[in-house]
């Protein structure tokens, strides 16, 4: 089975705390992604990554880095926690597959709280 | 940019009743469509997907999705829910072009009455 791990459940920090948040997938996938999960806004993705050390920007972007320097770890950064990025984090990874013929396969999530 | 829209936020049903989860995705070439579940508590998994063949796909625990391209539709089917479906569900597409994005709709949260 695929596993996609992701180190906290639960994270409470402190607005202007630099954040880490780490995933790790254990199947040798090529790509991994960052998603914030807010209600009523389904998934968001933030950063994807399609190789070690090469990113892409998603859809919100902003206030986020992330760090991919193995194939099998892949870090989202929050530069500077606000109160509005308090929310649910997904990690997942796929392989690219032929035409994106793949499908993606997801940690359980961590919930961050910034206050 | 693509999209994928799922318009019914909540859906509250009865056991047994039928239930159809409406998606629409707005790209007019080739993509890849999924359909993930959320339980209470549990990761995203998927429940089933399609990439090209019949148009209509079955997947895990009774559900099935059409697939119907001239209306840039993938509904999502069961025909008797148990209370044990309940949980959030999503909608997402692949684009052809991409390759690896996963583009998802905003989710429908489905409540099962007992």
């Known amino acids: 089975d695929v596993k996609v791990t992701q180190s906290s459940r639960y994270l409470v920090k402190r607005t202007g705390e630099k954040v880490f948040l780490e995933c790790v997938q254990d199947?040798?996938?090529?790509?991994m992604f960052w998603y914030r999960q807010d209600p009523g806004l389904g998934l968001r993705l933030i950063y994807f990554s399609y190789d070690v050390k090469m990113k892409e920007k998603g859809d919100i972007p902003e206030g986020y880095s992330v760090s991919r320097e193995k194939k099998e770890r892949f870090s989202l950064i929050l530069e500077s926690a606000s109160t509005n990025q308090t929310s649910m984090y997904l990690c997942?990874?796929?392989?690219?597959?032929?035409?994106?013929?793949?499908?993606?396969?997801f940690g359980q999530g961590t919930r961050l709280t910034v206050v | 940019a693509q999209s994928v829209s799922q318009h019914n936020h909540h859906v509250i049903l009865s056991e047994a009743a039928s239930l159809e989860l409406g998606c629409n995705y707005s790209?007019?070439?080739?993509?890849?469509l999924f359909w993930y579940v959320q339980y209470p508590g549990q990761h995203l998994q998927l429940l089933l997907k399609?990439?090209?063949?019949?148009?209509l796909v079955k997947g895990i625990k009774g559900f099935e999705a059409e697939f119907i391209k001239s209306k840039f539709s993938f509904n999502l089917r069961k025909p008797s829910v148990q209370w044990s479906d309940t949980a959030e569900y999503f909608c997402?597409?692949?684009?052809?072009?991409?390759?690896?994005?996963?583009?998802f709709g905003s989710g429908t949260r489905l409540s099962i009455r007992p």
């Open positions: 997402a597409v692949i684009v052809y072009s991409s390759a690896s994005k996963i583009i």
């Open positions: 790209y007019g070439g080739t993509v890849n």
């Open positions: 199947m040798d996938h090529e790509n």
């Open positions: 997942a990874s796929s392989n690219p597959g032929t035409g994106g013929r793949t499908e993606a396969f």
């Open positions: 399609y990439f090209s063949g019949d148009p």
